[in-house]
């Protein structure tokens, strides 16, 4: 199956959404029905400062909590708009922030963050000003904008009707800010929804039930409970425990000097898309096959592409003593251990 392909369906009962390429699953979303998905928004009521990190422990509906990091000048008691950035650890808060977002796939609208943008990775320059003369013109003067990079090749009439929408939906969440109890205002976009907003290079769409059977989704899902990932020269284990995420880089039969450095480029190329499907963040330590201090600098450079080119908010963060590598990755994704 050559080419991009977007398959809507559901997997266990649970809405899913998966992106082939060259028939080869690229990015996998499963919903997850326990936790609030990220985006969602809720009135939260502070409960209690955490002194000496400067965070605040807010109070959810039904019963759960959350952690905003940023909490100075707030006091118990005050309601407080706020979105869910990510999933939590078992037994942890769930990490929100006070800097709420309305994204859709053609615009982002910012409240309090005033300005009219357009993305840079649009460089035609009759486009942009041709954009820039939308913002303008859809501007309702309460909420900042950007216009994302979809809208290179998305219709005038799809952009306006997008951007108004996002401003409508901004204005009736903002408007149920005040209040005395937590409460939901939006739920977040589940799987289908999110395919929709952030898979938007050209793919054929197929929607109807039964898809990841018979285009050979699930063959590729059952493979994700499995730690072992072939690469080119070798291999990786991915292995998540409570603390952190540990990758093992191996090389194969090749017992060349070049194989320790064949390995581990293909292990930085390979990891974000490793780490992508099975829904794993947070702390990641990557034990690369020993090589030369002056190789070192081309993994770097190798994963830093690597992680430029995937979805999710990655840092790097460097090298430690015994020669491991680590990252930071935001947990964006439900750990799909478990679901599949």
Known sequence: MKGRSIILDHHK?????????????????IDDDSAPRPGAIFRAICDRPLKGQGGMMLRLPDGDTAFLRRGSGLRPGQPLLVQVTGYAEDGKAIPVTDRVLFKSRYAIITPGKPGLNVSRAISDDDRRDQLKGLAIEVDDGL???????????????????????????AQAVLSD??????????????????????????????????GF????????????????????????????????VAVDVNTGNDTSPAAALKANLAAAKALPRALRLRGLGGQIAVDFV???????????????AACREDPI????????????????????????????
């Open 213 to 244: 059977e018979r285009l050979g989704v699930l063959d590729q899902i059952e493979g994700l409970n499995d730690a072992f990932v072939l690469i080119e020269g070798g291999s990786l284990f991915v292995e998540p425990s409570r603390a952190l």
């Open 290 to 304: 020993s090589i030369s201090k002056a190789h070192r600098k081309q993994v770097e450079q190798a994963l830093r």
């Open 13 to 29: 009962g649970r809405e899913a959404a998966a992106l082939m390429v060259n028939g080869v699953l690229d990015d996998l979303l």
């Open 143 to 169: 909420h900042g904008m950007i216009l994302r990079s979809s809208c290179m090749t998305g219709s005038v009439d799809d952009i306006t009707q997008d951007v108004i929408a996002m401003q409508d939906l």
């Open 177 to 210: 800010a005040d209040g005395t109890t937590p409460e939901a205002l939006t739920e977040g976009d589940g799987p289908h929804t999110v395919a929709w907003r952030e898979w938007t290079a050209p793919a054929s769409v197929e929607t109807e039930n039964g």
């Open 313 to 340: 908010e990655t840092s790097l963060v460097g090298w430690t003593t015994m020669g491991l590598f680590e990252l930071q990755r935001k947990r964006e994704r439900v750990p799909t251990r478990g679901l599949i």
